[in-house]
């Protein structure tokens, strides 16, 4: 990029500390005035600029001398520097309208301010010089000031009288007021806005103009006021209606227009566009002196090689222009307006629409997706995912530990209600639904953002947490099961036995089968639940052996003086992978249940000692016996002996003989989870 810097004395002690960038056209001007022990920065510029502006001033004064800052509205390339000055220790005030200061805050600027709405729009420095700042709302912005130094008679005017240009010099020559023009018709929203403005400048006497783009005017001032006065720009368009043949037809309109191009661009681009058309043009004035078709060709054509050669941009500069000479001489829009510039927008509606269509559409796919799959993967009465999306869920989280070779903490819960069949018998199902809900508020409540809960096929929750010690876990799992013994949202208090296994205590062995790491985080989950349970419920089991689970899970008692019937299930069962006792009478089975806390009781009635009914009578004086699963196998099977089963709440009545496969069954179904490979049917 070309930039030249340095600082120009455009009035005694007032300098031009701004940049010239010749690539960019949008020069930035920023102003210092000095004046004794004070100095006022005008519009200080953007962070682009910062450092050449900051090179520049201090290189007149002492950075400390800086008193004011004048900020003239809140565009960026006025303002945005201002915080880069405060951390250079600049302690200035902020010369500024309230609503440019209120805006401007969002740059992030902290020193006072200086309001000039507040202070008759005038400061008197130290000197007693006065410097004046004259509101000129919506110019572009409804906080828009300028500042008028009435000693040197210079009016630093920010945007007003500003262009855009790549043919800069830092005092404007005769080619400026064209390229001033076309600033304020694309940046200024209109004449009713700039002409009363302007009355107020033709009535100040104004020695110099100094902008904050472009160049200085110091000659001609009130041609340029008066040129601006009478501008018709930005949306709000009213001139005066002319008549086009009386003016100079097309061929003047034309000409106006290369006027302006004249002043934008380089005269030879301008040349070498025309060249070899049917339009040809002086190469001294760039006026048309001839043209090989009819006039009103003239002016399709004119425009069709404009936008051929130089592309979309020369016509965007000069469009506010032409627009403004279609409403003024009562012409046409020529096509180039209509088509190519409108089918470029128009395009790009058509895209918006269509991709706002798109847009639309693929939102719903994923809402019905999202939907369809929280149907499927999660539990209807709690919203948590279930059992299946949870293991997927694990499987995912191994890999990435497999990846990071075990390095992060992970630990696993599983949450079982004990008493939850019971609900469901006394209340009915709703209740038991409630009761698990109730549950889910519990443990939702105490949900943190490294925790994850999913809804088991049990009736009790997976709790999965990540980055926690096991310690931390017991603590935490001990506090959920305190917190639900002691919760009054139950229709009765309920209990939970919970099973805990932080997951190094799996990882060895297993580094390179993450699958079978997985079922094996599972198994032992769920091994220490059922030991909770086993040790009577209520409880937290984090520390047990597990590895040997598959001898001592699923323990039950078979009571029966039938040494062939207790053989033939004292087989079966243990095929299946249940550790089995046996009793011979009531009085011997007390004692087993006593020592062994089986997790279920397969008892005959007519039993030596103590007969079956009365067995379960005595457990049922026990309120941790109670608990215990009974299921009573008989040949004996009559209306009385059933009404007594009913009245023990026992489980399940089997008539002698009966299916292995249906008794085996019913075990597993009553003990739910107990089985080897956690099947709960
Ligand atoms: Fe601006
Ligand atoms: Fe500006």
Not at 88 to 113: C, F, L, M
Not at 207 to 214: E, L, V
Not at 334 to 350: G, Q, T, V
Not at 651 to 667: A, C, H, N, R, T
């Amino acid at each position: 990029m070309d930039i030249k810097y340095g600082c120009e004395e455009i009035y005694e002690n007032i300098y031009w500390v701004g940049s010239y960038d010749k690539l960019n056209g949008l020069h930035c001007n920023p102003y210092l005035i000095i004046d004794g022990d004070e100095a006022i920065l005008i519009d200080p510029g953007s962070v682009i600029d910062f450092e050449i502006v900051y090179k520049n001033v201090t290189s007149l004064i002492d950075i400390e001398k800086l008193k004011y800052i004048v900020l003239s509205h809140q565009d960026p390339d006025i303002c945005s520097s201002t915080p880069l000055f405060e951390k250079k220790g600049v302690n200035a005030k902020i010369i500024t309208h309230w609503r440019t200061g209120t805006i401007a805050d969002h740059y992030g600027i902290k020193s006072k301010k200086y309001i000039v709405n507040e202070n008759r729009y005038e400061i008197t420095l130290k000197s007693g010089r006065k410097l004046k700042f004259i509101p000129t709302p919506y110019l572009h912005f409804p906080g828009a000031i300028v500042t008028y130094d009435a000693e040197s008679k210079i009016l630093f005017s920010s945007d007003l009288f500003g262009a855009i240009s790549t043919k800069w010099s830092l005092y404007a020559d005769e080619s400026y007021m064209e390229v001033m023009k076309t600033f304020h018709e694309h940046y200024m929203p209109g004449n009713q806005i700039l002409r009363p403005v302007m009355e107020v400048f033709l009535k100040m006497d104004i020695s110099m103009i100094a902008s904050q783009h472009g160049s200085i005017i110091k000659e001609n001032v009130k041609n340029y006021i008066m040129e601006l006065r009478d501008l018709q720009c930005g949306v709000l368009l009213n001139p005066i209606k002319k008549e086009l043949m009386k003016s100079g037809g097309y061929t003047f309109l034309c000409n106006k227009i290369l006027d302006r191009l004249k002043a934008t661009f380089k005269e030879k681009d301008i040349l070498k566009c025309f060249e070899g058309t049917d339009i040809e043009l002086n190469k001294d004035t760039l006026n048309i002196t001839n043209f090989y078709c009819t006039e009103l060709e003239l002016w399709e054509n004119f425009f069709e090689i404009i936008y051929t050669i130089k592309g979309a941009r020369w016509i965007t500069v000069i469009q506010p222009m032409v627009t403004n000479l279609i409403i003024e001489y009562e012409t046409v829009m020529p096509e180039i307006f209509r088509s190519k510039m409108m089918e470029s927008e128009n395009l790009l509606i058509e895209l918006r629409d269509k991709n706002k269509k798109l847009t639309d559409r693929i939102s719903q796919l994923n809402k019905n997706i999202k939907e369809t799959s929280d149907s499927i993967m999660k539990c209807p009465i709690t919203n948590f995912y279930n059992e299946e999306f949870f293991a997927g869920y694990l499987s995912k989280e191994l890999n990435i530990l497999v990846q990071e070779k075990f390095k992060s903490k992970r630990a696993l819960l599983y949450i079982d209600i004990d008493n939850i069949n019971k609900i469901n018998n006394i209340y009915g199902n709703a209740i038991g639904d409630e009761t698990i809900k109730n549950l889910a508020y519990i443990l939702n409540s105490m949900k943190e953002e490294t925790h994850l809960i999913f809804k088991r096929k049990a009736p009790g929750f997976a709790y999965f947490i990540t980055g926690i010690s096991k310690s931390e876990a017991i603590e935490l799992a001990e506090t959920i099961r305190n917190k639900v013994e002691k919760s009054e949202i139950f229709i009765e208090s309920i209990t939970v036995s919970i099973g805990l296994i932080s997951f190094d205590e799996i990882y060895d062995g297993f580094e390179e089968n993450k699958e079978k790491l997985l079922k094996e985080i599972m198994k032992a989950t769920q091994y220490r639940l059922i030991a909770a349970k086993r040790l009577g419920m209520n409880m937290v089991v984090g520390n047990s052996d597990f590895k040997n689970y598959k001898e001592t899970i699923g323990k039950i008692l078979i009571v029966d003086k039938d040494y062939t019937n207790m053989d033939v299930l004292k087989t079966a069962f243990k095929y299946e992978n249940f550790h089995v006792l046996t009793a011979e009478n009531g009085y011997e089975a007390l004692k087993v249940i006593e020592k062994e806390s089986p997790d279920l009781i397969i008892s005959e009635i007519m039993l030596p000692k103590m007969e079956g009914f009365i067995l379960r009578e005595k457990m049922i004086e026990d309120s941790k016996e109670k608990s215990i699963p009974f299921i009573v196998m008989s040949h004996q099977k009559n209306e009385d002996s059933v009404i007594r089963a009913m009245a023990l709440e026992v489980d399940y009545y089997f008539q002698k003989p009966f299916l292995l496969s249906e008794m085996i069954g019913v075990v597993k179904k009553i003990i739910k989870g107990v089985t080897v490979n956690g099947n709960n049917d």
